[in-house]
Nanobody
Framework: VQLVESGGGLVQPGGSLRLSCAASGLTFSNYHMSWYRQAPEKERELVAS????????NYADSVKGRFTISRDNAKNTVYLQMNNLKPEDTAVYSC????????????WGQGTQVTVSS
């Protein structure tokens, strides 16, 4: 199983980025997908989740109204659209796949760095 993230980078405050996570080696539609992030010296945080049938999404309070998670089961890909980025969004963002609870994923990607700075 592989989860490969892309789309990270350096962006100015107020800017946007779209992260992608391409999955292989698993039946993607059977998994709830999530984005986590971890900033230096901070605990890993669940940012957003989307359930396997795509109808239900959940967000951390810190990103509600700014981030949107979506998935394309035909492409085995999950996305995170991030708008109005803030310096406190700086972190390594990782996607994760879970059969059960999104808080205990089965598979993880390697992560992609997002840096918000002027």
């Amino acid at each position: 199983v592989q989860l490969v993230e892309s789309g990270g980078g350096l962006v100015q405050p107020g800017g946007s980025l779209r992260l992608s996570c391409a999955a292989s080696g698993l039946t993607f539609s059977n998994y709830h997908m999530s984005w986590y992030r971890q900033a230096p010296e901070k605990e890993r945080e669940l940012v957003a989740s989307i359930y396997k049938f795509g109808g239900t999404t959940n967000y951390a309070d810190s990103v509600k109204g700014r981030f949107t998670i979506s998935r394309d089961n035909a492409k085995n890909t999950v996305y995170l659209q991030m708008n109005n980025l803030k310096p406190e969004d700086t972190a390594v963002y990782s996607c994760a796949a879970a059969r059960g609870s999104v808080y205990t994923p089965t598979y993880w990607g390697q992560g992609t760095q997002v840096t918000v700075s002027s």
